[in-house]
């Protein structure tokens, strides 16, 4: 079977989606449909609906289009069957049931953003920048019925530098997973859908990568210095890390501050408070259990992400504050 009647089904929402279905439509895979999420309302009102990036594409370049509110409704099921997909290709979606997943006769694999069977879940990008690790990757694999723990088809790496943001990480592993779907979909050409993949090796040492929440989102000074580093540019620029600046006077309110970039700077701030902040030659730093952590970039509610030494020329005595 050649590529062009291989009948590919794509599945996915945001943006790292789009750059696996945009490198399918490019090189002239056939994808005759596109599922998605229901379009989100947003606005003061919720009275706007907006289009997930991959519904932006698909419109864009003439696919049609499928935003089931529930999986297993029998009308997107009828649907979904008319397309008579050969295989079925999940990026960055949602939890199918068998129904679904079982439907192309070459079966549904899926592009992770890590190297399975570490970061199981919905926030590896994130939770792997948090966690510090220097090296991820991206993992495709056939679904099955536990969520990220089917057969591996192949895996590649992606190094993460010391001073790399989610941002870098989410473009890099965009790109990268666009290129291992391709290559996936040609092993299955190849093999006339017997793709060969290995089952994932279970074990105690794997990190999970739950949903992330505003409360997920907290920073706790607590914390050595290079954990809350991690933290902090692990969340950057979305969600974004947050803390209460907190005034040392208790009947001051605290006001949120997210912060959004850090620096190590390896002075010591043994026996000092930990989230206590001084100014020192137009740098904010703040103390963490084991030292002073340089705060570059932050967003006091209500105003505009700005470099901590602009937010310093409003910023008055920041030793009388604490950040929790």
Same mark, same amino acid.
């Given at each position: 079977?050649?590529?062009?009647?291989?009948?590919?089904?794509?599945m996915g929402t945001p943006e790292f989606a789009v750059g696996s279905l945009q490198r399918l439509v490019?090189?002239?895979?056939?994808?005759?449909?596109?599922v998605t999420q229901p379009d989100k309302p947003v606005g003061r009102h919720a009275s706007v609906l907006r289009p997930s990036p991959v519904k932006e594409y698909a419109l864009a370049h003439g696919l049609p289009v499928l935003q089931p509110v529930k999986m297993k409704d029998e009308h997107f099921l009828e649907q979904l069957r008319s397309y008579d997909a050969d295989l079925q290709v999940v990026?960055?979606?949602?939890m199918l049931p068998e129904v679904v997943w079982a439907m192309p006769r070459f079966g549904t694999f899926n592009v992770h953003a890590a190297l399975l069977p570490d970061y199981r879940g919905a926030a590896p990008i994130n939770w792997a920048v948090i966690n510090g690790e220097t090296l991820t990757g991206v993992t495709t694999f056939f679904l099955d019925h536990d969520i990220?723990?089917?057969?591996?088809? $192949? +895996?590649?790496?992606?190094p993460i530098p010391d001073d790399a943001d989610v941002e870098y990480v989410y473009d890099g592993l965009m790109q990268l997973g666009a290129q291992l779907c391709t290559h996936t979909v040609d092993l299955v050409l190849s093999t006339?859908?017997?793709?060969?993949?290995?089952?994932?090796?279970?074990?105690?040492?794997?990190?999970?990568?739950p949903k992330i929440f505003k409360e997920t989102c907290a920073i706790d000074f607590s914390l050595t210095a290079k954990r809350i580093y991690d933290f902090v540019r692990g969340l950057s620029p979305a969600p974004g890390a947050w803390c209460l600046l907190t005034p040392?006077?208790?009947?001051a309110p $605290? +006001?949120?501050?997210?912060?959004?970039?850090t620096a190590k700077t390896g002075e010591s701030s043994v026996g000092v408070e930990v989230g206590t902040l001084k100014a020192e030659k137009r740098r904010l730093l703040v103390a963490t259990v084991d030292e002073w952590l340089e705060i570059l970039e932050l967003q006091p509610a209500g105003k505009k992400r700005m470099a901590?030494?602009?937010y310093l020329n409003g910023f008055q005595h920041p030793e009388h504050f604490l950040l929790k």
């Open positions: 079977m050649e590529k062009k009647n291989l009948r590919i089904v794509f490019e090189n002239g895979y056939n994808v005759v449909a596109v990026v960055a979606f949602r990220d723990t089917g057969r591996i088809i $192949a +895996q590649r790496q992606f006339d859908g017997n793709a060969p993949s290995q089952p994932q090796q279970e074990s105690d040492a794997h990190h999970a990568a040392c006077d208790a009947n $605290a +006001q949120v501050l997210k912060i959004y970039k901590a030494r602009d």
